[in-house]
């Protein structure tokens, strides 16, 4: 289940055009279809 903060993240980088990086792998499965949730070693 996904945080409010994490939702925030993800919206406001919709918003911007740019990606959110984390370590967080349950955040990054939650949106995979969005691409814009990435992890470090993908930057």
Known sequence: ???T?????????RLQDC???TL???LRRGT???GIVV????L
Request: hydrophobic share 50%; no cysteine; aromatic share 8%.
């Open 39 to 42: 992890g470090p070693a993908e």
């Open 1 to 3: 289940m996904a945080k």
């Open 19 to 21: 990606r959110v990086v």
């Open 5 to 13: 903060y994490d939702a925030n993240y993800v919206a406001l980088a």
């Open 24 to 26: 967080d792998a349950r």
């Open 32 to 34: 995979s279809r969005l």
